[in-house]
């Protein structure tokens, strides 16, 4: 057997776990950049928790609030300026992928003077400095994954920042903060993490023990998605499985990668505003369909994982929660297939998709 396996971001889970574990942020430094969204972090009760925590240990914070979602390369330059007039010898991001993307990356670019393509490098020679996640989300598993994704203003495009360095070195999960989020937020970024499962499961790259990790994070998606509508009440007890399942599956792509779905989903995130989430969860039921004739084992075990017959099944699970869908232009179809077929996630998809098995995705997604 042939196995490569690194996951270094320690994960403390469980109701307050930031005010019971608050002496690990010395370990980290004694003045911290918290970076977070506009607002929900000051609603759902994590930034206080962060704030008592560190003024527990007497650790001088400054906060940075401007990471928009899907962050631009505007605003992380921006949060590394702050972070470098603050003096921050560690960061702490709030929120989900979003902020955590952005913390990861002003954690790198406050020590590296990257602007341009080099940002996207992914040779880091530098210092990075230490992070600390606390995921107000429960899909992207950035918490536990080595990428940041940041959308480049200069070619409008979803791009990822990827270093073993950028792993947080703690990651503090509270799904008390999940408890604000809208049921359409919470399906959308649970079919994130479902996606992250999936692909990750059927990706070239994966391996026994991200497989064993992938199987447990897709049994306990399948079996709280068939419980979530557009107008049920989501328990903690449900959110503290989706957030368990979402930090798995983000420890199986920080192994795996990603496939196709999610570089055809990222054009559908900058041209048409589809939530990452959604995007992914649209594309799902296309994705496993194309790849059944190479991976008809796995496949069989999603849909068994997920205790569903069929790929049709899927769909009908994924249209019932993902409401009505967006409408693609042949031309946006076009244009999104030729893109993605550039992208390093065709030659990770099992089996390598040529432009019309890309543009079949879309369109059998979308009608
Ligand atoms: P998001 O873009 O971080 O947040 C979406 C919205 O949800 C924002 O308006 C945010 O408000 C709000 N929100 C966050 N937590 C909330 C809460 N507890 N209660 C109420 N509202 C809340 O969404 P996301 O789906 O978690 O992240 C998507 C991003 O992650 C994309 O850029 C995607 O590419 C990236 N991603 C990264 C990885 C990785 O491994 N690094 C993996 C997958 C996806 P505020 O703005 O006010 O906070
Ligand atoms: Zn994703």
Do not use: W
Not at 211 to 239: H, Q
Not at 287 to 295: D, V
């Amino acid at each position: 057997m042939n196995l490569s396996f690194y996951m270094p971001t320690k994960v403390l889970m469980g109701t307050e776990c930031i005010t019971k574990n608050s002496e690990l942020f010395l370990e980290l430094g004694k003045k911290a950049l918290i970076v977070t969204g506009r607002n929900s972090a000051r609603m759902n009760g994590s930034l206080d928790d962060v704030v008592k925590a560190l003024e527990m240990q007497k650790i001088a914070y400054s906060i940075f609030d401007r990471v928009e979602p899907n962050p631009s390369s505007t605003t992380v330059l921006e949060g590394a300026e702050e972070a470098r007039r603050f003096s921050a010898d560690f960061i702490i991001g709030i929120g989900g992928g979003s902020p955590l993307d952005g913390a990861k990356a002003i954690a790198l670019l406050s020590c590296n003077n990257l602007t341009g393509e080099s940002m996207f490098s992914g040779t880091y020679p530098g210092k990075i400095l230490p992070l600390a996640a606390v995921p107000t989300t429960a899909g992207t598993g950035s918490e536990v994954t080595p990428y940041s994704i940041i959308t480049d203003v200069y070619t409008n495009r979803k791009r990822s920042l990827v270093s073993p360095r950028l792993f947080p070195v703690y990651a503090f999960l509270d799904a008390r903060y999940t408890r604000s989020l809208t049921v359409s937020t919470t399906i959308n970024t649970a079919l994130d993490a479902l996606s992250h499962a999936v692909e990750g499961y059927t990706a070239n790259r994966c391996s026994e023990l991200s497989d064993l990790i992938a199987r447990e994070s897709i049994y306990i998606l399948g079996g709280v998605l068939v419980k979530i509508s557009s107008d049920s009440t989501i328990d903690l007890e449900i959110r503290e499985q989706l957030l368990y399942a979402s930090m798995l599956a983000g420890q199986v792509i920080a192994q795996t990668g990603t496939t196709a779905p999610h570089s055809l989903g990222y054009s559908l995130t900058t041209h048409k505003n589809i939530d990452h989430g959604r995007a992914n969860g649209l594309l799902m039921a296309a994705y496993l369909s194309f790849i059944r004739s190479a991976q008809e084992r796995k496949v069989s075990s999603i849909l068994e994982l997920m205790r569903l017959e069929s790929i049709d099944e899927l769909k009908k699970l994924t249209d019932r929660l993902l409401g009505e869908k967006e409408m693609l232009s042949s031309e946006e179809i076009e244009s999104f297939s030729s893109y993605a077929l550039q992208t390093p996630h065709i030659k990770n998809t099992n089996p390598e998709p040529a432009l019309d098995d890309l543009k079949k995705i879309y369109l059998d997604s979308f009608s």
